[in-house]
Nanobody, 120 residues
Framework: VQLQASGGGLVQAGGSLRLSCAGLGIIFSIDSMAWYRQTPGNQRELVAAVNRSNYTLYEDSVKGRFIISRGNVKNTMSIQMNNLKPEDTAVYYC???????????????WGQGTLVTVSS
């Protein structure tokens, strides 16, 4: 199982970025996919998750600014990040897992991480 993330980069505050993730070598249809982010010295935190029915969960600070969605290609997803703020600066990781109600449980499969830097 390999999760391949792309996107990220440097953007000014108020700008937008799009991150994409593809699950490679996965035969079954993934139940749920998510983005986490991590800053130095802090634990990885859930940013957003989406299940196969396109039900979504968002961390409070990104609600109304980020949109997560499953792709048309099997086992792909993306997140559109708008109105980015300096506090969104982090390494973003793609993950697969399961979702029950409003609880997302990550499996131990992670993408390589992609850096998002938002300058003020």
């Amino acid at each position: 199982v390999q999760l391949q993330a792309s996107g990220g980069g440097l953007v000014q505050a108020g700008g937008s970025l799009r991150l994409s993730c593809a699950g490679l070598g996965i035969i079954f249809s993934i139940d749920s996919m998510a983005w986490y982010r991590q800053t130095p010295g802090n634990q990885r935190e859930l940013v957003a998750a989406v299940n196969r029915s396109n039900y979504t969960l968002y961390e409070d600070s990104v609600k109304g600014r980020f949109i997560i969605s499953r792709g048309n290609v099997k086992n792909t997803m993306s997140i559109q990040m708008n109105n980015l703020k300096p506090e969104d600066t982090a390494v973003y990781y793609c993950n697969i897992g399961s979702m029950k109600g409003t609880t997302y449980t990550p499996y131990e499969y992670w993408g390589q991480g992609t850096l998002v830097t938002v300058s003020s």
